[in-house]
C-alpha cells in the first residue's frame, strides 16, 4: 500500500484544545516594534519582549520562560499608501508605527507539527515518544509562502527545560516504518509565560 508523505515542515497549526476544547481561531492582537530585524512566518514560536513587544522564539532546544504562543500572521500601514495590509509573515526590518501580530496564545492549545531530522528533512518518532518532552527546529521560514518551517526534533527527552510536550500523534502521515511523520504538542509547563511564574526577562 502507498503511505502518505509529507513534503516538509510547516511549523506549528492550532488545531485544538486540551480535553477537545474547539480551536475557534481566537488570537490576541501584540505589537512588534518598527524595523524590528528578525521576519516571523506564520506558525513560528514567538515570545514577549520586556517592553510588551513580540519577537521570534529565541531558541529552539531550550526556552525562557516567556514563549507566548505561535504566529499567525500580522497587519501594519504601509507608511507609503496609508493602506493598511494584513500579511501571511512579517518581513524583518519593516516600518510602521501600529505593526501588530495575530498570536494563537492560548497555553491549552495543541499544534500539529512535523518530525524531523535536520532543518528540513522529515522524519518520525514512535507511539512512544508520547508523553516526552522534544525541542524544535527554529529555521527561517518561507518568503514566497509566508509559511513556517519549523518542526520538532526526532528525539524526545526528560529535561524539564525542553519546550513542548508530544501529546498524540498523527497516524494520517505515518511511514512505511511505522514511523509518525507528524506529532501532536503543546507547551510544556513553565515555558509558556501564562504558566510561568517567572515575569518575561528578555529585552526586545
Known sequence: MAFPTL???YG????????????AGSTRLIPI???????IFYGDVV??????????????TTTATDAVGVFLGC????????????????PGGTVASDIVAYVS??????????VLSAASTVSGLTQAAVGQNVAFFQTT???TTGNSKEGVYNSTGSTTTLPFRIVDVVPATVNASG????????FNFGVHTYTSATNVVTAA
Open 141 to 143: 521560514g518561507s518568503t
Open 47 to 60: 515570545r514577549l519582549n520586556t517592553v510588551g513587544t513580540l519577537s521570534r522564539g529565541a531558541t529552539g
Open 75 to 90: 497587519g501594519f500601514t504601509n507608511p507609503t499608501t496609508k493602506q493598511f495590509l494584513q500579511q501571511q509573515y512579517f
Open 33 to 39: 516594534t518598527s524595523a524590528s530585524a528578525t521576519s
Open 179 to 186: 514511523s509518525y511523520t507528524e506529532v501532536i504538542v503543546k
Open 12 to 23: 506549528f497549526q492550532p488545531i485544538n484544545l486540551i480535553g477537545g476544547q474547539v480551536f
Open 7 to 9: 513534503a516538509g515542515p
Open 105 to 114: 496564545d492560548d497555553p491549552d492549545a495543541l499544534y500539529k507539527v512535523a
